[in-house]
């Protein structure tokens, strides 16, 4: 008989507590990326965001960037925090999920640092949002890491 995740004898406190806090920085990922949704279709300008020409979510979350083939970025952020949050939640059990996870936010790191140089290099405008979205996906990376390599070293259970 399979126990559930939760009480899983083979996930030791550390990892526990690395799993705790990637469920905690994905949730905060939804959040972010779900005001920006929000501020993708909203049609008046925004106050909150607005720090001059070189600060300036709405240039950035409205241009021909903030889309990819007709879904928004944020949306696929939101998708992308959810996956990282569902992994680290009811999937922490499995053996391949530290691996899974670090997969998943290096390539959710990878695609935020492409969008990172469309706003420093070609909109020359910088979203508050969407540098709150990198630090976030930056840390989900590092930590999903550390618990990868934490698993590796304990050898497979």
Do not use: K
């Amino acid at each position: 008989m399979m126990l559930p995740a939760a009480i899983s004898p083979v996930t030791t406190r550390f990892a526990r507590r690395v799993f705790l806090l990637i469920a905690m920085l994905a949730l905060s990922g939804v959040a972010v990326s779900s005001v920006s949704l929000y501020h993708h279709y909203g049609r008046s300008q925004t106050s909150y965001c607005d720090f001059g020409e070189n600060f300036n979510c709405d240039i950035v979350n409205r241009s021909t960037y903030s889309a990819i083939l007709g879904v928004p970025v944020a949306l696929i952020g939101i998708i992308g925090y959810v996956a990282l949050l569902l992994l680290a939640t009811f999937y922490r059990g499995q053996a391949h999920t530290p691996a899974r996870l670090a997969l998943a936010s290096m390539a959710g790191l990878g695609f935020a640092l492409y969008l990172t140089y469309i706003e420093g290099f070609v909109l020359a405008a910088w979203c508050v949002l969407c540098l709150s979205s990198l630090a976030l996906i930056f840390c989900l990376s590092v930590l999903s890491s550390v618990l990868w390599r934490h698993h590796v070293q304990r050898g497979p259970h």
